[in-house]
């Protein structure tokens, strides 16, 4: 079962989620998580350990702010990950956005500093198994800097386009990389 895990300000029903439920279909859960870090990482926890239960493999796939989550997640309970132009530091890209609007229902939320402190408390310092993370990055990425994530991930599988933005342009196009990299 793949696990999708949204960005900041966004949901289960982003345009890389209504993508990936059209792809994966019963294969995949795409959960609307808070924007609170502790909560949401509680709620994706709750998911993988009941999968786990289950006996069912596990497999995370995270875009931006998720890419973050699921760096944590995957090395605490090695899974697989693919991270979609993941937030390597989204304590510091983060920490000017104040009040937000959720792209999917436009509801507003705040962005606290405790909110962003609380992030420190998911960032992996060693990450132990990166044969274990696919990177998919775009050079053009206007909110971060796509080479962080190949610095703080140098020895995983990582393909990386030329131009393209945060959201990832063409991501259909990344999909049997995808399906390829979790078989």
Known sequence: MIIYIHGFGSSGFGGKASILRNKYK???ILPSLSYVPSLAIDTLEQLIKLLIKKEEKVYLM???LGGFYSIYLANKYNLKAVLINPAIYPYKTLEK???ATNYYDLSTFESTTSHLNSLKEFEVKTIENQNNFLLLLQTGDEVLDYKQALEKLPNSK?????????????????LEDIDNFFK
């Open 26 to 28: 019963e294969e995949i």
């Open 97 to 99: 956005v104040g009040m």
């Open 158 to 174: 990582a393909i990386v386009q030329e131009g393209g933005n945060h959201s990832f342009e063409n991501f259909e196009e990344v």
């Open 62 to 64: 995270g875009s931006s």
